[in-house]
Nanobody, 117 residues
Framework: QVQLVESGGGLVQAGGSLRLSCAASGIIFSINTMGWYRQHPGKQRELVATITSIGSTNYADSVKGRFTISRDNAKNTVYLQMNSLKPEDTAVYYC???????????WGQGTQVTVSS
């Protein structure tokens, strides 16, 4: 129902920045939450940040002050600005979409972020 296309991942040195984008297409429910999750090798997928249709945000403690999530509702796109990157930020980052009352949930295919020391 909803397709998510991620972009912006790559290789960056510690202290650098990356900006991830996720564009949603298909039948978009206007009331929704979009966000970013990440998964380290051999570990469970974890929350990075989420943002609702009206702009309410939620961040993992590990990224507060460094990452900023935003969205453009007209473009159905969510962004993750990542600053002051650390090697421990290395992971596959996944875009997530949840409709109101979590009736529908969708995931992007993931984009690799690698931070070198």
């Amino acid at each position: 129902q909803v397709q998510l296309v991620e972009s912006g991942g790559g290789l960056v040195q510690a202290g650098g920045s990356l900006r991830l984008s996720c564009a949603a297409s298909g039948i978009i429910f206007s009331i929704n939450t979009m966000g970013w999750y990440r998964q380290h090798p051999g570990k469970q997928r974890e929350l990075v940040a989420t943002i609702t249709s009206i702009g309410s945000t939620n961040y993992a403690d590990s990224v507060k002050g460094r990452f900023t999530i935003s969205r453009d509702n007209a473009k159905n796109t969510v962004y993750l600005q990542m600053n002051s990157l650390k090697p421990e930020d290395t992971a596959v980052y996944y875009c997530n979409f949840k409709s109101a009352r979590t009736i529908y949930e969708h995931w992007g295919q993931g984009t690799q972020v690698t931070v070198s020391s």
